[in-house]
């Protein structure tokens, strides 16, 4: 049983344009959402998070949405930049129950010139 | 440097042998995980530690053990390794809770 997915596998954009990574989840204990950014041969690396008590969270070019009633979040990258290619695990927590994460499956982030 | 440090990066392992993978921390971080990366299935939770000398089960425990005798170090044994075990292996670390994990490199093993 997935509790966290990321449908979209692949997605590709072109430089400077907005790049949107989605992500639902189904257990309504996640109180806590982050997105990791992973490139091949490395290990991966926290990008931004969200509290479940905030709907939307900026960081530079990276905003994280939270939509509770739907339990969706998403990523937007604007500008994309080539250097943003990578896959996008999204991760959820139950922050009662400890900080344990729970990955999605990820998703190839290509951005093309 | 601080951060994670994973050994060995990788491993070519013979079915039927014991293998620990090792994981050292020097942020002082409380808990520590495993978690293993296998395509189309994401990183899923091997074994967690919240606190030094207190260790528990994650998503996919079975064949697995961990212990953790001090705050740095969380070492994870494969005691009969099967070819089901071939993944990517990362150890991570957080702090209180609602702070983001940090990540080793990675242990690449091949279970033959």
């Known amino acids: 049983d997935q509790q966290v997915k990321q449908n979209s596998p692949s997605l590709s954009v072109q430089e400077g344009r907005i790049s949107i990574l989605n992500c639902d989840y189904t257990?309504?204990?996640?109180?806590?959402f982050l997105w990791y950014k992973k490139y091949p041969a490395e290990g991966p690396t926290f990008l931004i998070s969200?509290?479940?008590?905030?709907d939307k969270n900026e960081d530079g070019r990276f905003t994280v949405f939270l939509n509770k009633s739907a339990k969706h979040l998403s990523l937007h990258i604007v500008p994309s930049q080539p250097g943003d290619s990578a896959v996008y695990f999204c991760?959820?927590?139950?922050?009662?129950?400890?900080?344990?994460?729970?990955f999605g499956t990820g998703t190839q982030l290509k951005v093309e010139l | 440097i601080a951060g994670i440090t994973q050994a060995p990066t990788s491993q070519i392992l013979a079915a039927g042998r014991r293998m620990t993978l090792r994981c050292t921390q020097d942020?002082?971080?409380?808990?520590m995980y495993w978690y293993r990366q296998d395509l189309g299935l994401g990183l899923r939770l091997i074994h967690y530690?919240?606190?030094?000398?207190?260790?528990g089960k994650g998503e996919v425990p079975d064949g697995y053990s961990v212990s953790r005798a001090n705050t740095d170090d969380f070492p994870l044994t494969l005691a009969s390794a099967v070819p089901s075990q071939t993944s990517v292996y990362f150890c991570?670390?957080?702090?209180?809770?609602?702070?983001?994990?940090?990540f080793g490199q990675g242990t690449r093993l091949t279970v033959v």
């Open positions: 991570a670390s957080s702090t209180q809770v609602n702070t983001e994990a940090f």
């Open positions: 257990n309504s204990m996640f109180d806590y």
């Open positions: 969200i509290s479940s008590i905030k």
């Open positions: 991760a959820a927590s139950d922050t009662g129950g400890g900080n344990k994460l729970t």
């Open positions: 942020m002082r971080h409380n808990a």
């Open positions: 530690s919240n606190t030094a000398g207190t260790t």
